[in-house]
């Protein structure tokens, strides 16, 4: 099946600094990935959704100045969490929607702030 | 608001046991429907997914869902869980206007053995 990928896997960060999370789709092209954060013992929130070339759509209550996402190429989206605090720490997980409409998920990054 | 419903938080079996877990989609029409399990420290992978035609989907590792379109429901089930089976399940629908998939709040099921 398709591979989805994340970088870094694990982060700690002070507070106040701004994180980088790579969302790659390595053997397939998707115009559309998606964002997702994962609280324990709770289900996954969609934060927004990625277009390539385009800007992405927040859902609602989610901050764009806050988390900044860039789908620069069919391969690469990227979320940047800045000015991070405490209650930023969770479970960031992307996903890339195929040409067949499913979504193949990353491992996620365990983001945690100081 | 478009929500995707899971009654059961956590559910406990012994091997050897049948499951069935609930998941009920809180809109009509067209609907496209899907159940992913998390093993412990792994990501989400897809068990099955139902867009069309028969409404009794088969997915891999011995699950099988039903969609019931008068019940707005897609339950997993599978006839003898295996310890293995111990995880997070999630039902999920692909929104109406179709560009995002909404999550229910998870399963999870421990096996003993």
């Known amino acids: 099946g398709a591979v989805v990928s994340q970088h870094p896997s694990r982060v700690i960060c002070k507070s106040g600094t701004s994180v980088k999370i790579e969302c790659r789709s390595l053997d397939f092209q998707a115009t559309t990935m998606f964002w997702y954060r994962q609280f324990p013992k709770k289900s996954l929130m969609l934060m927004a959704t990625?277009?390539?070339?385009?800007?992405?759509?927040?859902e609602q209550g989610v901050e764009k100045d806050k988390f900044l996402i860039n789908h620069a190429s069919l391969t690469l989206s990227t979320l940047t969490v800045t000015s991070a605090h405490p209650e930023d720490s969770s479970f960031y997980i992307c996903?890339?929607?195929?040409?067949?409409?499913?979504?193949?998920f990353g491992p996620g990054t365990r983001l945690t702030v100081l | 608001a478009q929500s995707v419903s899971q009654h059961n938080h956590h559910v406990i079996l012994s091997e050897a046991a049948s499951l069935e877990l609930g998941c009920n989609y809180s809109?009509?029409?067209?609907?496209?429907l899907f159940w992913y399990v998390q093993y412990p420290g792994q990501h989400l992978q897809l068990l099955l997914k139902y867009f069309s035609g028969d409404p009794l989907v088969k997915g891999i590792k011995g699950f099988e869902a039903e969609f019931i379109k008068s019940k707005f429901s897609f339950n997993l089930r599978k006839p003898s869980v295996q310890w293995s089976d111990t995880a997070e399940y999630f039902c999920?629908?692909?929104?109406?206007?179709?560009?995002?998939?909404?999550f229910g709040k998870g399963t999870t099921l421990s096996v003993s053995s």
């Open positions: 809109y009509g029409g067209t609907v496209n």
């Open positions: 999920a629908a692909i929104n109406q206007a179709g560009t995002a998939l909404i």
């Open positions: 990625s277009n390539e070339g385009s800007k992405a759509t927040y």
């Open positions: 996903s890339a929607r195929s040409g067949r409409n499913e979504q193949f």
